[in-house]
């Protein structure tokens, strides 16, 4: 854990569309995390009722950066926020990702790219594997921070197919991964056999996101463990896969 938990009311100073359907929230103020933390965010008083969590995108001077699809209600609504809003962010939560001495790979599917640039950036010297369905975004921003390898499933830029068509984990001593749960578990098998320790994110859905409602449970080799409060990042040998 980087620091104390805090409740931050701040103003957004950009909301951009950066992609379909994804946008990049900036919001003033100080920040800090370590990789793969996260806040949970509102932007509203009542409706919905609970905020949700994002992972860190970047922190800079200026402040911080959150990557968000348009999925349902929430983040529709964080997707109408213009500069001046004030929204309010809880964290930083969860465990985050420790960074490993030897050569890093980071792969992230989908919308599960948004922890990476964070990671690449601190971590440094780093590959960064981004798998998108369509016409990838973001791609010029994380060139600055590692080397990057694209795959995209309608074959606009980069490799066409997945980002585990192209990812072979050996030759590197410890993989860290975000996306979907089928990604993560095909990983998960080809890190075990290369013997090639995997850190995963889980983004299962939340409630309260501080450990208090179980609502985020995910089974373990050692039981049921809370994303939001044990994880969201796990040794995915630890994580039961078809459970
Ligand atoms: C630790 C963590 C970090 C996350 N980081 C990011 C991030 O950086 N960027 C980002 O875009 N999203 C992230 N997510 C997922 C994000 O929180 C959800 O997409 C968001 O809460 C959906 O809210 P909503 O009100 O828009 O959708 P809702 O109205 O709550 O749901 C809309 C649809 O999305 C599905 N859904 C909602 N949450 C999830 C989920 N977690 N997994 C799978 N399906 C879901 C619902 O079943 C429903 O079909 C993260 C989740 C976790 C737990
Ligand atoms: S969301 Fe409540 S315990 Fe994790």
Redesign the pocket.
Known sequence: MAGKIGIIESRVSSNAQVGDG?FLLKVEGDYFAVPGQ?YMLRAWELD?LLS????V?DIAEEGIS???????????R?SRLAPGNVVTLTGP??NGWERRVGRVALVGGG?GI??LYYAAKVFGNTNVYLGFADTPYLVDEFDRVGRVHVTSETGVRGTPGLVTDIFDPSGYDVCYACGPRPMLALLDRFCRSDEVPLFV??????ACGVGACLG?AVKTIHGYAR??RD??VFRSSEVVWDG
């Open positions: 994804v996260f919905p949700r969590p994002l992972s995108f959150l990557l968000y699809a348009v999925r349902g209600r929430g983040t529709e964080l939560l969860g919308i948004a922890p994110s889980l983004e299962e859905r939340m985020c994303v939001c994880g969201p």
